[in-house]
T-cell receptor, first 113, second 114 residues
């Protein structure tokens, strides 16, 4: 699976959009980009995933560049409850198998009041 | 209310004792996983299971054992052979196929061994 690079930490003002970048320059054509977040001392929570096209759900939007070498997770109106560690994970869909995920250190997003 | 339960939330043990962490899910998921998290680090995969009575080692299986006798349950035993057992342990489940990487996590068990 491709390696990902994320900033260690970021700040964002409450009510503003939080844009979290992820670099995955070695991604291959059949690898998906997944985003999870982990609020302190809790289990991680799935946010969104995508392959090529931009995706949006009730939690966030995922923008993937045309060359797929990087992506941005967007939280449109950040609240204090969005303070968490955000993990970007690249994973190949293995056609039926479920063999776990690899979580790096992620980005610690701090929402400032 | 569907979800994953882990118990207990905090667990304290003396060195040299085996300890079993519970994980139950009522999401009807086929796959279940155990991860370990150390302070300031990401999660590392210990074991996973795709079907009852079958499981596979993850990246750091040494010193751990699991069983999968029922679809809903995937207990993890931390044995005395695990050199650094103090950690935050997380259980997860998912469907198979394209949903496999949309994993649902439990609240975790924080194990302290002294």
């Amino acid at each position: 699976d491709a390696k990902t690079t994320q900033p260690t930490s970021m700040d964002c003002a409450e009510g503003r959009a939080a844009n979290l970048p992820c670099n995955h320059s070695t991604i291959s054509g059949n690898e998906y980009v997944y985003w999870y977040r982990q609020i302190h001392s809790q289990g991680p929570q799935y946010i969104i995933h995508g392959l090529k096209n931009n995706e949006t759900n009730e939690m966030a939007s995922l923008i993937i560049t045309e060359d797929r070498k990087s992506s941005t997770l967007i939280l449109p109106h950040a609240t204090l409850r969005d303070t968490a560690v955000y993990y970007c994970i690249v994973r190949r869909y293995s056609g039926g198998g479920a063999d776990g995920l690899t979580f790096g250190k992620g980005t610690h997003l701090i929402i400032q009041p | 209310d569907g979800g994953i339960t882990q118990s207990p939330k905090y667990l304290f043990r003396k060195e040299g004792q085996n300890v079993t962490l519970s994980c139950e899910q009522n999401l009807n998921h086929d796959a279940m996983y155990w991860y370990r998290q150390d302070p300031g680090q990401g999660l590392r995969l210990i074991y996973y299971s795709q079907i009852v009575n079958d499981f596979q080692k993850g990246d750091i299986a040494e010193g751990y054992s699991v069983s999968r006798e029922k679809k809903e349950s995937f207990p993890l035993t931390v044995t005395s052979a695990q050199k650094n057992p103090t950690a935050f342990y997380l259980c997860a489940s998912s469907s198979m196929g394209q949903g496999a990487y949309e994993q649902y996590f439990g609240p975790g068990t924080r194990l302290t061994v002294t």
